[in-house]
């Protein structure tokens, strides 16, 4: 079985530009995640979707960060303008229902000079 | 707020020298509680799941365990390859949402 898929792998950008993340999740799999993991830190979740109704965005900061899954599948997460505080790994997982084990891709990369 | 905290922060330990990490963690209602492993460069690999106080988990050298504040993950005679980050997480009831909460992680470090 295929696990998620993510890319690109890794992106270097400078402050103030844009910057797209694309999740593809295992086939069948309802619920999609999107997290931030900082250097040292645990992942913290930014949205998650069931199907492609948005269930929990509370910590996601509006003001720059958007994501979309407009056939409950393919997932992107944007960032619009990118600040040096972006500097993460941005994770995204899925599972077969919101209680459900969920399954880590692995990862993108983003650096922000 | 869900809390969860992660002893050692980092442990060094030679081949077949065995130890626990533990994990501590508040939750307003748990509904699962998670370990996973994180090669560098990786996503987090799913480890265990468990559910409630008492009970317990194996996975070849790794056995988990759980108390209403704690859990435990004894890593037995230890080799080389689980040298990893080991990372708890916790999942409360809060109806559709749900996100997991991280803890910090523990850099296991084993050498022959």
């Known amino acids: 079985e295929a696990g998620v898929a993510q890319s690109p792998r890794y992106k270097i950008i400078e402050k103030r530009q844009s910057v797209a993340f694309w999740c593809n999740p295992i086939s069948g799999h309802a619920t999609l995640y999107w997290y931030q993991q900082i250097l040292g830190q645990g992942p913290k979740l930014l949205i998650q979707?069931?199907?492609?109704?948005?269930?929990?965005d509370s910590q996601l900061p509006k003001d720059r960060f958007s994501a979309e899954r407009l056939k409950g599948v393919d997932s992107t997460l944007k960032i619009q303008p990118a600040k040096l505080e972006d500097s993460a790994v941005y994770l995204c997982?899925?599972?077969?229902?919101?209680?459900?084990?969920?399954?880590f891709g692995p990862g993108t990369r983003l650096t922000v000079l | 707020e869900d809390q969860v905290t992660q002893s050692p922060e980092a442990l060094r330990l030679q081949e077949g020298e065995s130890s626990s990490l533990n994990c501590s963690y508040t939750?307003?209602?748990?509904?699962?509680l998670f370990w996973y492993r994180q090669d560098p460069g990786k996503g987090p690999e799913f480890l265990f799941t468990l559910y409630s106080a008492g009970e317990e988990k194996e996975k070849e050298r790794l056995k988990a365990t759980l108390t209403k504040k704690e859990s435990f993950l004894h890593i037995t005679a230890p080799k080389p390859e689980d040298s990893a980050t080991y990372l708890c997480?916790?999942?409360?009831?809060?109806?559709?949402?749900?996100?997991?909460?991280f803890g910090t992680g523990t850099r296991l470090q084993v050498t022959l």
């Open positions: 997480a916790v999942q409360a009831h809060t109806g559709t949402a749900s996100k997991l909460t």
């Open positions: 939750v307003s209602g748990l509904r699962g």
């Open positions: 997982a899925s599972s077969l229902a919101g209680q459900g084990t969920q399954y």
């Open positions: 979707f069931q199907n492609n109704g948005v269930v929990d």
